[in-house]
């Protein structure tokens, strides 16, 4: 009786787990199957969430493949790219923590959902708008998702490479100081040769040109040094230099004309695909001219090619104008501490790739002895068969480009850097597919492992961030 | 930034052996996107009698090498027939287009008096290019004319001429930037590669036609 009396909104009646979705009143439906496991899932979440690292084998999941991601009513994962937990109305915090972007095509989302984003929406730019930004507090926010519009996520990605200083009022400063230096640095480098000419004839001889144009006759000679002529062979001559750069320079216009062909932003004759291609085309070359020793390996494209999206989507003009002279900067930053990775040289170094897989085999073991046992000695599943290229790339070739920007958030936002993430996030890239690597042999794994298979991003991203760090190295995560 | 090679009057084998091994250690391929060659390249050998002459002289280059040579540099080959070229597919005068600019070739024996100035502008006038390269005299030359230029290379080899025996070998490279080329004229002088350049921008005007 009492409950026609008061005036409960449904929501929050149900602080249990309520397996029967159909019973929960409130909450629009997208599509039958799934809205009931999300409710369930939604105030499941929260009674299951504090667990150590007993996962067990509820980490994995056994579905098809379709895009449709059902788990198990019993996960602690979130399923179904279920609705946003926002449905508490504002009194419950930790919701916030469960919120996934909207799934990337062709769901409609419901308006829980819609509340959710808003909500980090506003989070995000409540925290950039501040004075003096509190980077720690940026990096967690971010490691839960960003949101896709408002250019909220090119600002984030800025402040969190350190391209962008934390005290609001430096940011004008800074940007344009970074702007500038990267036309120079253009101007330096990538000039053409006849265009580096006709500047130098302008300095020598501004009249003389001028007037030999309108005189018909015989035509002036002008006396030019060996280094100056397009045949020249000199080594400080700039059109012997240009030409060895050619080489360099076809190999990365190969490489862009391959970059997301399935994206009309990269690909395709239009002349702004052209022109994103032209600015990844300068952005590459003169990284490859400013570090001589790496030059351009096979596979940069994939990692500018996110950054570079995000930047020129920004809806502030002046920064999507400004796009290439941002993402080389925060290119660079971002290779800075895996540039290792790319030099053959350093290959069985301390700091090489090899060093950073057996990290990889490290955790593995630490987290899950029986699955690492299964790849290293029984499958003989060595991680150079798989992880060099989830490692040197960043992951962007394992994944669709919205999962890549999703998982690009948690990357920058782990306070311990991008490369002690991506290495917890490759162990759970092998830890949620264990049940299928277990039951497989060398081929069987090498293939899966290449082609991995689609799986829900938020659970990968959580496994990762509750996996046990590996102590047996320095790298004690303290 | 296109680089077009402009060259000719070889005469190879029969006044010169070879091109100066100073132009072929300059001349790699990949730099240069076309090649146009005002003609008396080479001559095919065909005559038993001639092999002999050329075994005599010791020339390394034979007839059809020339061409092949030039090949290798870039594939993008324009010939014209000069008096002496015996390969009769050549054409006698060739216009193509390079950027903004409109280019003749031909050899220039056709044209009487040869050399001359006004005759050749004659011959612009009748193609209607904005460049004109000829050649014949195995002089460099290049004269604005009209609001074109016309260019001779002079012989990259050094081969004497009808006209005098005193030639130093030459041949000229073309630089097109949009509106303006940049002309580096190579000259082999006392065993020396001199290079000179000549800027070139055109006015544009409005054609009638």
New interface residues.
Partial sequence: MLKNKLKIPDKTRKPFPDRLGSLVIGFDYRDGENAGSDAALEFGEELETIQPNGFGSDREFEEPDDGVEEGRVQDEGPTGGGAGGGGCGGGEPEFRARQRPAREGSVPVSVLEVIAADEKRSDVQYEISQEEINLEKLQRIASKGLPDEGGLRATTWKLLLGYLPPSRNLWEKELSENRLKYAKLKEDLLISPSEFARRKNLDFSPRETEAGSDVDGPLRRHQISQEDHPLSLGKASVWNQYFENTEVAEQIDRDLQRTHPDMKFFSGETAISRRHREAMRNILLLFAKLNPAIRYVQGMNEVLAPIYYVFSTDPNEQNAANAEADSFSCFVRLLGDSVDHFCQQLDNSSVGILSTLSRLSELLKTNDEELWRHLEFTTRVEPQFYAFRWITLLLTQEFSFQSILRIWDSLLGNPFGVQDMLLRVCCAMLLCIKSRLMSGDFIANLKLLQHYPDINIEHLLQVAMDLTPDTSSYRLSL | ?V?VLALGDLHVPHRAPDLPAKFK????P??IQHIICTGNLCIKVVNPCRIEQLLSLRCECLAEEVHDYLKTLCPDLHITRGEYDEETRYPETKTLTIGQFKLGLCHGHQVIPWGDLDSLAMLQRQLDVDILVTGHTHQF??????GG?VINPGSATGAYSSITYDVNPSFV?M?I?GL?V?????ELIDGE?????????K?TTTTAH
């Fill in positions: 930034m680089l250690s300059m001349l790699v990949g730099k030359t290049a004269y604005k004319h009209e230029v490279l630089d930037d303006r940049v002309v580096y004229v190579y590669v001199k290079v000179d350049k000549i800027d070139f921008k006015t």
